[in-house]
């Protein structure tokens, strides 16, 4: 068994090998450029281009057109942010999000309100979830997008996403989702979900860094986006530069195996992770953050009385890899916004960590990591309490 346990598959996977091994070709006999239109190379790359746009849209149920490649989702968020607020400008200059949302969102809305946009920041509640009535009543005629991210990078949250895409249609207002967290782990279906703009990544699927997509929708209604990045006139006039053919192509790879094996991966992976939460929870005041019932499958963010995460995160670092909701900056550590937001005081968002399970993850890792975890945690406890 490899060491450190690697639970930390929200901040990145894996490649899959038969990702990598899809891959490969495209680095040295395949090297095209997909824009090369007067050649053997220029054409097989275009051709394994397009597969991957199929390939993708295939795994969120879109139409091939409506994907755009990008070099990954923060790129992805700053097209769909920008994009909508330059191009429907005439019609307002109001956006919707959440508090909690990732800080791709965040702070490019702060970017757009020194740009004169008008940012409404929604609170949660205590599970992490946003109240519908209340997002309504911030709509207004000059509201022009609602930006909801599907689930959350730290608690594992998943929002009600057909419903806000409903009062959103109900108002005619653009519904953009950042799926990066969701996509390939659950269900996403952007016709069904009613979703007018989309955001995912390969490498949280077990694909490669460095690309990324944007969906956007070509009808009901059409979307419109002004390019954030000019040059050759790539990808439909939305995002120029030389396409990235063999990440794209492991992207293409890593969406149909995600499409294939989904469904029997969440549920391995959710009684995993439910084993590992229930063997912790006993350990007298360790508790689950967010929403219990509205989460996805393999994420768990445990909040441990009287224990800092960064201690716990030091007395297994060798043993176990995971994440605390902090980010540390010098020698500050600042509590993790997204738990503050969901009512939590310093004490707690600094004493929790985040545990991503995934693909690679087995039973036999699970069992060392509870091992550990309850060794470090009676320690450190001990200590606490001599």
Same mark, same amino acid.
Not at 290 to 295: A, K, L, P, T, V
């Given at each position: 068994?490899?060491?450190?346990?690697?639970?930390?598959?929200?901040?990145?996977?894996?490649?899959?090998?038969?990702?990598?091994?899809?891959?490969?070709?495209?680095?040295?006999?395949?090297?095209?450029?997909?824009?090369?239109?007067?050649?053997?190379?220029?054409?097989?790359?275009?051709?394994?281009?397009?597969?991957?746009?199929?390939?993708?849209?295939?795994?969120?149920?879109?139409?091939?057109?409506?994907?755009?490649?990008?070099?990954?989702?923060?790129?992805? /968020?700053?097209?769909?942010?920008?994009?909508?607020?330059?191009?429907?400008?005439?019609?307002?200059?109001?956006?919707?999000?959440?508090?909690?949302?990732?800080?791709?969102?965040?702070?490019?809305? %702060?970017?757009?309100?020194?740009?004169?946009?008008?940012?409404?920041?929604?609170?949660?509640?205590?599970?992490?979830?946003?109240?519908?009535?209340?997002?309504?009543?911030?709509?207004?005629?000059?509201?022009?997008?609602?930006?909801?991210?599907?689930?959350?990078?730290?608690?594992?949250?998943?929002?009600?996403?057909?419903?806000?895409?409903?009062?959103?249609?109900?108002?005619?207002?653009?519904?953009?989702?950042?799926?990066?967290?969701?996509?390939?782990?659950?269900?996403?279906?952007?016709?069904?979900?009613?979703?007018?703009?989309?955001?995912?990544?390969?490498?949280?699927?077990?694909?490669?860094?460095?690309?990324?997509?944007?969906?956007?929708?070509?009808?009901?209604?059409?979307?419109?986006?002004?390019?954030?990045?000019?040059?050759?006139?790539?990808?439909?006039?939305?995002?120029?530069?030389?396409?990235?053919?063999?990440?794209?192509?492991?992207?293409?790879?890593?969406?149909?195996?995600?499409?294939?094996?989904?469904?029997?991966?969440?549920?391995?992976?959710?009684?995993?992770?439910?084993?590992?939460?229930?063997?912790?929870?006993?350990?007298?005041?360790?508790?689950?953050?967010?929403?219990?019932?509205?989460?996805?499958?393999?994420?768990?963010?445990?909040?441990?009385?009287?224990?800092?995460?960064?201690?716990?995160?030091?007395?297994?670092?060798?043993? /176990?890899?995971?994440?605390?909701?902090?980010?540390?900056?010098?020698?500050?550590?600042?509590?993790?916004?997204?738990?503050?937001?969901?009512?939590?005081?310093?004490?707690?968002?600094?004493?929790?960590?985040?545990?991503?399970?995934?693909?690679?993850?087995?039973?036999?890792? /699970?069992?060392?990591?509870?091992?550990?975890?309850?060794?470090?945690? %009676? %320690?450190?406890?001990?200590?606490?309490?001599?």
């Amino acid at each position: 068994m490899q060491l450190p346990v690697y639970l930390d598959n929200n901040s990145t996977t894996p490649v899959d090998p038969r990702v990598l091994d899809t891959m490969l070709p495209y680095f040295t006999r395949q090297f095209g450029n997909a824009a090369s239109r007067t050649h053997a190379y220029g054409w097989a790359a275009s051709e394994a281009v397009e597969q991957a746009r199929q390939q993708l849209a295939s795994l969120i149920n879109s139409h091939p057109k409506e994907i755009i490649f990008t070099s990954g989702a923060t790129e992805s /968020i700053n097209l769909a942010l920008k994009g909508v607020h330059e191009t429907y400008s005439s019609k307002g200059n109001h956006i919707i999000t959440v508090s909690t949302e990732h800080k791709a969102v965040l702070d490019t809305c %702060k970017h757009l309100e020194k740009l004169g946009a008008a940012i409404t920041y929604l609170p949660v509640n205590n599970e992490g979830l946003i109240d519908m009535e209340e997002l309504e009543s911030h709509i207004k005629p000059a509201t022009i997008l609602i930006a909801v991210m599907h689930a959350n990078n730290e608690t594992g949250v998943i929002q009600p996403i057909q419903k806000i895409a409903a009062v959103a249609k109900k108002h005619n207002v653009l519904f953009f989702c950042d799926a990066a967290q969701a996509a390939g782990k659950i269900p996403v279906n952007v016709i069904q979900d009613d979703i007018s703009l989309l955001s995912f990544s390969a490498h949280k699927m077990y694909g490669p860094k460095g690309v990324g997509a944007l969906y956007v929708r070509r009808k009901d209604p059409r979307v419109r986006l002004i390019a954030q990045m000019d040059g050759g006139g790539h990808e439909n006039n939305m995002r120029s530069g030389t396409l990235n053919v063999p990440a794209i192509v492991g992207f293409g790879k890593a969406c149909e195996l995600c499409a294939m094996e989904m469904n029997a991966e969440a549920e391995r992976l959710r009684i995993l992770r439910n084993r590992f939460e229930n063997t912790l929870l006993p350990l007298d005041n360790v508790f689950v953050n967010g929403s219990i019932q509205h989460r996805l499958p393999h994420v768990t963010n445990l909040y441990f009385e009287g224990v800092s995460a960064s201690r716990l995160l030091t007395g297994f670092s060798k043993s /176990i890899a995971a994440s605390s909701g902090s980010a540390c900056t010098s020698a500050l550590v600042e509590p993790s916004y997204v738990l503050k937001a969901l009512g939590m005081g310093n004490e707690r968002a600094n004493n929790s960590l985040r545990f991503g399970l995934g693909r690679f993850t087995d039973d036999k890792q /699970i069992d060392y990591a509870i091992k550990i975890m309850t060794e470090t945690i %009676k %320690k450190l406890r001990k200590e606490w309490h001599p």
